[in-house]
């Protein structure tokens, strides 16, 4: 088991920035993690992924605003969001993969306004 606790969201304006943060309660150390995001009436959708090694990879509609990096040391996983955009709009949540079990945070809620 493990918890994963979210923080950094809020509200910002259209071309703002962000800085998302999660914590876990275990060592990260060699662990994939990743981000994801949930809008209203939306599924759940995939936003960014860093693996153990520390290779990065993003969907298409993030690629050059958002940045996923890692602090093995502290546990820690960021995201940096900038240009964000309304339809960036969601709740935000951490994952990590450990022996196969994706575990989730509960999530942190960013709002762009237009």
């Known amino acids: 088991q493990v918890q994963l606790v979210e923080s950094g969201g809020g509200l910002v304006q259209l071309g703002g920035s962000l800085r998302l943060s999660c914590e876990a309660s275990?060592?990260?150390?060699?662990?994939?993690m990743g981000w994801y995001r949930q809008a209203p009436r939306n599924r759940r959708e995939w936003v960014a992924g860093?693996?153990?090694?520390?290779?990065?990879v993003y969907t298409d509609s993030v690629k050059g605003r958002f940045t996923i990096s890692r602090d093995n040391a502290k546990n820690m996983v960021y995201m940096q969001m900038n240009s964000l955009r309304p339809e960036d709009t969601g709740v935000y949540l951490c994952?990590?993969?450990?022996?196969?079990?994706?575990?989730w945070g509960q999530g942190t809620q960013v709002t762009v306004s237009p």
């Open positions: 994952s990590a993969t450990y022996d196969g079990v994706l575990f």
């Open positions: 275990r060592s990260v150390f060699n662990v994939d």
């Open positions: 860093i693996t153990g090694g520390g290779s990065t």
